[in-house]
């Protein structure tokens, strides 16, 4: 992931000559989001992030939640859909059965897209049979299981789980449900781009690649070619774009930033596929959108 501190910047050209869909986002009041928000030149409420979104042709965004299954609790602008989360407390043992329950409330509502797991931060393999139960449900309202991939935000968190080549046991496994690789792995891009080629039911968003808000674009991109050139290079090996989605990880990440930032390295013939039209195939939103 790639800090940035928060300084002036203007964008580059009319963003707005795409329909963009932001396939990973977070949303809720906390403290902690609120002081990043602002690193990244945001401000964490609904109303700022309609108004970039309207700005910039972002017309939906998916929230991958966590920390409750309340149904009441999972109430979102209605330019928002989201992923239920299980985080700690829903993947406990001793609970399990009636969390299922619970997950599956989450899953008959046409808001609810998909599931979100962590199990880097939550110490288990997403390729676990004790995950059948959730895999059934998602196979069975014909909806994505998202895990977070690659690098964590706390030192505690173990990426021997979060290792993007840990879905392919899973994918393997589970080859009915539609597996989503976060971040695409990242910094594990090859490896993940080989799971991908691999397996035809597992996707990846480009999201939580940058923090912050970025100074100058053209000196950014100089300074991180390498990095640049391997997202590049990694996604014309594998040659599949229906399967690839933008994303921002907000409010991590400044949104203009992001577009600029994720146009340098996806061919703009494909702009429209990865920005749009992944996301409305993988994450079924034409049933929000229509």
Request: aromatic share 14%.
């Amino acid at each position: 992931m790639i800090f940035l501190h928060l300084m002036d910047y203007k964008g580059r050209d009319n963003l707005n000559e795409l329909k963009i869909i932001d396939a990973h986002l977070h949303f809720a009041r906390e403290f902690y989001f609120d002081e990043i928000a602002i690193t990244a030149g945001h401000k964490n409420n609904a109303d700022h992030l309609a108004e970039c979104y309207k700005n910039l042709g972002i017309i939906h965004g998916i929230v991958m939640s966590n920390g409750t299954l309340n149904v009441e609790s999972l109430q979102y602008p209605k330019f928002l859909s989201y992923c239920v989360g299980l985080d700690n407390w829903v993947m406990n043992k001793s609970t399990f059965k009636s969390n299922l329950l619970l997950i599956e409330e989450n899953l008959k509502r046409r808001e609810c897209v998909g599931v979100k797991l962590y199990p880097g931060y939550l110490h288990f393999y997403v390729s676990d049979d004790d995950l059948k139960p959730i895999y059934n449900l998602a196979a069975k309202y014909d909806k994505p299981v998202a895990i977070h991939t690659g690098l964590t935000a706390m030192t505690n968190a173990y990426l021997k789980y979060s290792h993007p080549l840990v879905i392919d046991e899973a994918a393997a496994k589970f080859q009915n449900v539609k597996f989503v690789m976060c971040h695409l792995g990242e910094p594990y891009i090859n490896d993940a781009v080989a799971v991908l080629s691999k397996n035809p039911n597992v996707a990846a968003d480009l999201s939580g690649m940058l923090e912050g808000k970025i100074f100058d674009m053209d000196q950014f991109l100089t300074k991180k070619k390498f990095y640049i050139d391997q997202l590049r290079g990694w996604l014309e090996y594998l040659d599949d774009y229906t399967r690839i989605m933008f994303g921002t990880d907000w409010p991590l990440a400044n949104l203009n930033d992001y577009i600029e930032f994720t146009k340098s390295f996806i061919p703009k013939d494909q702009w429209s596929q990865v920005f749009y039209k992944s996301a409305v195939k993988i994450y079924h939103l034409e049933r929000i959108l229509n």
